[in-house]
């Protein structure tokens, strides 16, 4: 991997964290797209800003649900699209402070998930359609894209970037160290220097030397000689890539998959189509496979709750990352072949192999032939009868299905297949 990528190798060891998507959309409760998608003016929005009011809001409880569920480092919404704040900035009104929360509701996150031992990031959108000085008529997400009365409006990009500019310095500065800065997103010419991004990307390193940013400023991460905005990481958005990622170059880029756990990111009180702990522990087995994170998210409701659905699949991947957990922290691509059976991950000189699709007779591990010291059930430590050095007989069904940790003397010298 490039050395520049070295700022990203702690999180990426990290390997599952929790994305929040929280804001005055829960309230209308269609998804965070709802004013674009509906066209709803700011006047016709106002009301959820007058009302919102979340009663039942307690990060301490969000930080214990993603330390059972084994995540390691949320990114929150501190400002979506809507351009609507949690955090109590001082260049805006259109803040939480300002609602009956009547608070700084970012500072309650920072600190619960601090105290529960896990990583802090920030969502921050690009995008504003509160805004007055960002581009609305003729813009193609905005919500009064095509309203006629927008169209001879005066505005100053500036302005808005001086804005912008200003609430990611605020961000930065009032809240202790802050792990990542997860910005969203880029688009047509809203890219790159539209957003005077290396200016903005030299402040954050000035304010945080240590944050790791997410590639959605713009640019060429997958360049070798690449822009300074290009960013730590790459964001593939609801798919794993089918091979990791690799650059121009063939050197890996650090990634992290952000999936939703139903078909929405904000919350949604119709949508059901919850994703299974199965297709969630195998999402994340894929992803550690290819050198990847997953980053899950949760569309906490108006009150300030975590739907019980996600509560439950988080409950139980954590569940079973409690006692699997050693094949995914720290673990990344195995030099082996990928099996027809399911995926592999490797961390050192212990291989482990994650058996989605039992198929009938013994388990071929293809090019470990003689290379294998023990073999483990990684689930209860239980010992694997290894038949001949090529297969194994035995295998216990977890949510992920079986399970088996091949536990390798001096594996990885021994793994150039
Ligand atoms: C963006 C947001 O619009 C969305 O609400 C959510 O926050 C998500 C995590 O990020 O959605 C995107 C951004 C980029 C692409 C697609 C959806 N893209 O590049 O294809």
Sequence with gaps: MNARFERTLPLMKDRFGLFIHWGLYAIPARGEWVRSQERITNE??????????????????????????GQKYAVLTTKHHDGFCLFDSQLTEYKATNTPAGRDLIREYVEAFRAEGIKVGFY???????????????????????????????????????????????LLTNYGKIDIMWFDFSYDDMTGEKWRATELIQMIRSLQPDIVIDNRLGGNIMAKEHEIYAGDFFSPEQIIPPEGIVNDAGEAIPWEACITLNDHWGYHSTDRNYKSPRQVIRAL??????????????????????????????????????????????????????????????????????????????????GLKGRIKKARLLSDGSELHVQTPWMADQYSDTASGAFIHIAGGDLPDELDT
């Design 285 to 366: 087995v894929e992803c550690v496979s290819k050198n990847g994170n997953l980053l899950l998210n949760v569309g906490p409701d108006a009150k300030g709750e975590i739907p019980q659905e996600s509560l439950d699949i988080l409950a139980a991947v954590g569940a079973w990352l409690h006692r699997n957990g050693d094949s995914i922290y720290g673990c990344g691509i195995a030099e082996l072949p990928k099996p027809e059976w399911g995926r592999y991950t490797q961390r050192g000189n212990k291989l482990y192999a994650h058996v989605f699709d039992r198929g009938i007779g013994p388990i071929y591990f293809q």
């Design 44 to 69: 016709q929005y106002q009301p959820y800003f007058e009302e919102f009011n979340p009663v039942l809001y307690d990060p301490r409880s969000w930080a214990k649900a993603a330390k059972a569920a």
């Design 124 to 170: 921050y959108s690009l995008i504003d359609w509160y805004h007055d000085d960002y581009p609305a008529y003729g813009d193609r997400q905005h919500p009064m894209r095509d309203d006629e009365s927008f169209k001879d409006k005066e505005m100053n990009f500036d302005r808005y970037l001086d804005y912008m500019h200003g609430q990611v310095r605020e």
